[in-house]
């Protein structure tokens, strides 16, 4: 089975850092991009950016430049979204997907990894 | 604001026909083929349910289609259902740096 299993929730204080993961089974890990979406509480998905597995190339939303980083571990079948310093306005729900290259569908998602961020 | 406006809300009646729009300029939606459509039930995490304007992926209801014309896609539900109550995305490629916008999401109600 095609799955994407995403860490479990997280609660930080502002100003921590924070690294979850999103570990890809059953598919060729590096033939299809990785990306992240927020969805903040009540709101719309937003695309934050992508890595392609294979060489670690990444592009990112200007919304989300300079605010994450993304990763990935080809060895280990793994892709990461990490922040260095939280803030309360991080407090999210964030999914990674998979997508298809050349067709920027996302046609398998983790189950997703909350993120509280409160004092 | 998202790059791609969508209607806030639509509604249906069981077996009715319904239309979800997706507007955005040339530099997404108009001017490539990369329109892709993902439903979302409330806790659970979204789901592919059109890529490439028109493609359904294996699995997917032939009861849902996509179309473009100009710099609006449409997602339409046919036969509508009671499962089909939840929230509708639509995301482009779009040129630039940014590579992928969403929509604001439509909330389908099924009366």
């Known amino acids: 089975e095609v799955q994407l299993v995403q860490s479990g929730a997280e609660v930080k204080k502002p100003g921590e850092s924070l690294k979850i993961s999103c570990k890809g089974s059953?598919?060729?890990?590096?033939?299809?991009?990785v990306a992240w979406v927020r969805q903040m509480p009540g709101k719309g998905l937003e695309w934050m950016g992508i890595i392609d597995p294979g060489d670690s190339d990444t592009r990112y939303s200007p919304s989300f430049q300079g605010q994450v980083t993304i990763s990935a571990d080809k060895s280990i079948s793994t892709a990461y979204l990490q922040w260095s310093s939280l803030k309360a306005s991080d407090t999210a729900m964030y999914y990674c997907?998979?997508?298809?290259?050349?067709?920027?569908?996302?046609?398998?998602w983790g189950q997703g990894t909350t993120v509280t961020v409160s004092s | 604001q998202s790059a791609l406006t969508q209607p806030a809300s639509v509604s249906g009646s069981p077996g009715q026909s319904i239309t979800i729009s997706c507007t955005g300029t040339?530099?997404?939606?108009?001017?490539?083929?990369?329109v892709s459509w993902y439903h979302q039930h409330p806790g659970k995490a979204p789901k592919l349910m059109i890529y490439e304007v028109s493609n359904r992926p294996s699995g997917v209801s032939n009861r849902f289609s996509g179309s473009k014309s100009g710099n609006t896609a449409s997602l339409t539900i046919s036969g509508l259902q009671a499962e089909d109550e939840a929230d509708y995305y639509c995301s482009s490629y779009t040129s630039g740096s940014t590579l992928l916008v969403f929509g604001g999401g439509t909330k389908l109600t099924v009366l």
């Open positions: 059953g598919y060729s890990f590096t033939s299809y991009w």
């Open positions: 040339s530099s997404d939606v108009g001017g490539y083929n990369y």
């Open positions: 997907a998979s997508m298809g290259r050349g067709s920027y569908g996302m046609d398998v």
